[in-house]
C-alpha cells in the first residue's frame, strides 16, 4: 500500500552493473516507512464497482528502535465479466540503531485472488482465474566504521506460489500450480576517499520453481560489482563500473557501464552514459507447455548495449532535463507464430532498436505562492525496430507506447481544499491515439483528510499492451485519519 512507502527511487537506462543481470532497462527501488514518530494511521476508502480499501498502520519507535506495521485489504467486483479481485497485504519492519551499527529487518506476506479476463494469450478467453500469495524476509546489517566508509550484509529470502485455472469454474479442464523460491547473501561497501567514491559489492542467490508444468528447476547466481565516482576541478563526473555475473548453465559474463557528466554552471549539467545489460530466458520462456504457448529450451540470453546524452537544468522553483537514448539489443526475445492455429513460442531474433527521446519541465511554487502549487509537462517518444519475418505474427513488437504526453497541476481552490488534475495523451504503435483524464480533490482537515478522485474521468475506452481492455471511469471516495 503507497501510504507505508516513503519514496520511491527509479533508475533510467541499465542498471546491471549495480544491480544484476535482469536490471535491463532501469530498476526501481521502493523505500518504506519507518519513521520515528509514535503514530497511527487509518485509511477507509471506496468505489464504482464495489471497490474498497482499508488500511492501517502503526508507528511504534522504543528508543533507538523503530517498528512500523502495516494491514492492508482491498477488493473489487467486475467492471466486465471476471475482472473482480481481493487482496491482502502485511508489513513488518524495524529498525535498530546504537553507535555505530544499525540493523534492519523486514517481513510480510501478500495475497491476490483476481478473476483474469483476457490477461494471458488472448482476449477470447474470457474464464481464466489466478490466486498468488507471497511471503518475504530480509535482514541487514550495516556497520559505519566512520564518515568515509561502511560495510552492509543483507540476507533475504522469498516464496511465491502462483495457481492459474483455465476456466474459473472448471479448474479440472487445465491448470498451472507454481512455488518459486529465491535465498540470497548480498555484501556491501562504500568508501570515501581523496580520489573519489568506491561502491563494492558481491552477491549469491538461488532460485528455485517446482511446478507441475514447468518442472522442477534452480539455478545458482553470483555477481560482484566495482563502481567508482570522481569530480575532477569541480566541472568534471566520471562514474565508471563494471559487473561480473555467472548463472548456472550459462557462461559467466562482465558488464561494463560509465556515466559522465559537466558542469556547466551552478544550474546547468549536461551528460552521456553507456552501460550494457542482459536478460536470461525466464523459466516460462524455456519450459512452459500450455494451450495457446510452448517454451522453448534453446534460448540464449538477451544482450544490450545502451547509450543517453543529456541535460539537466535547476533554477529556484523551476526545472528541466531533457534527453536521447538508443539500444541495440542483440539475441532479443519474441513470442511469435507463423499461422493462427499454431501456437505462440519464443524465438531469439538478431537485433532489436529502440530509440526515443523524452523532455520534461517543472515547476514547484514557493511557500509563498497562494494558489498554484506545482505544474510539470512531460514528454516520451519511443521508437522499437524488431527484425521479425514479415511472415509471422508477433505478440510484443507492435504493441509499445510510442507516444506520450503529460500534463499535471496541483493548485489551491479555497481553504484547506486543494485539487490536481493530470492529462495523459497516449499513443502505442499501430492503435489511435488517446487521452485519459484523472482528477483529484481533497480537503486537509487537522487530522483528517477527505478525498474523491476519479480516473478516466472521460470514459475512453482503451487497451494497454496486451489484450485486456482497461476500465472506463473510476470514481473513489475516501478518508484517511493521523494521530501522532
Known sequence: NWSNVERVEVLKGPGARIYGPNAYSGAINIVTKAGK?????????????????????????????????????????????????NMQNVLYQGNWQHKKNTIDVMAGFNQRKFGANGFYSSSAFTDQYEETDALFTSLRYTHKFNSKANIRATSYYRRHNDHYVFLRD??????????????????????????????????????????NNLGERSRNIVSAFVDYKTILKNKFIINPGFNFTSIGEYEPVIYPGIDLGYLLNQNTTIYANSAS????????????????????????????????????????AFRNNAAAFWRNANNAIEWVRAHDTDKWQPRNFLTLNTYGAEFSAEWNAPKASSFLNSARLSYTYLQTDFAVNESLQSVYQLQNLRHQAILSINHDV???????????????????????????????????????????????????????????????????????
Open 37 to 85: 514518530e509514535k503514530s497511527v494511521f487509518v485509511g477507509l476508502m471506496g468505489g464504482s464497482y464495489s471497490l474498497y480499501e482499508a488500511t492501517a498502520t502503526v508507528q511504534i519507535p522504543i528508543k533507538n528502535f523503530r517498528q512500523f506495521i502495516s494491514v492492508t485489504a482491498s477488493g473489487a467486483d467486475t467492471f466486465k465479466h471476471n475482472t473482480d479481485f
Open 277 to 316: 545489460s542482459f536478460r536470461v530466458p525466464t523459466y516460462t520462456d524455456l519450459y512452459y507447455v500450455g494451450r495457446e504457448n510452448i517454451g522453448n529450451e534453446d534460448l540464449t540470453p538477451e544482450r544490450a548495449l545502451t547509450h543517453e546524452i543529456g541535460f539537466k537544468y535547476q533554477k529556484g
Open 414 to 484: 479555497f481553504g484547506p481544499i486543494k485539487h490536481q488534475l493530470a492529462v495523459r495523451l497516449m499513443e502505442r504503435h499501430g492503435l489511435d491515439p488517446y487521452v485519459l483524464v484523472d482528477t483529484r480533490l481533497q480537503a486537509q482537515l487537522k487530522n483528517f483528510t477527505v478525498y474523491t478522485e476519479a480516473t478516466n474521468l472521460t470514459n475512453v475506452v482503451f487497451t494497454e499492451a496486451g489484450f485486456a481492455r482497461m476500465p472506463g471511469r473510476w470514481l473513489r471516495l475516501g478518508v484517511r485519519f493521523v494521530w501522532k
Open 170 to 211: 472448471n479448474p479440472a479442464v487445465y491448470e498451472n500450480f507454481h512455488t518459486t523460491q529465491i535465498a540470497a547473501i548480498e555484501l556491501n561497501s562504500t568508501i570515501k576517499s581523496k580520489f573519489g567514491i568506491f561502491n563494492l559489492g558481491l552477491d549469491t542467490r538461488q532460485e528455485q520453481i517446482k511446478s
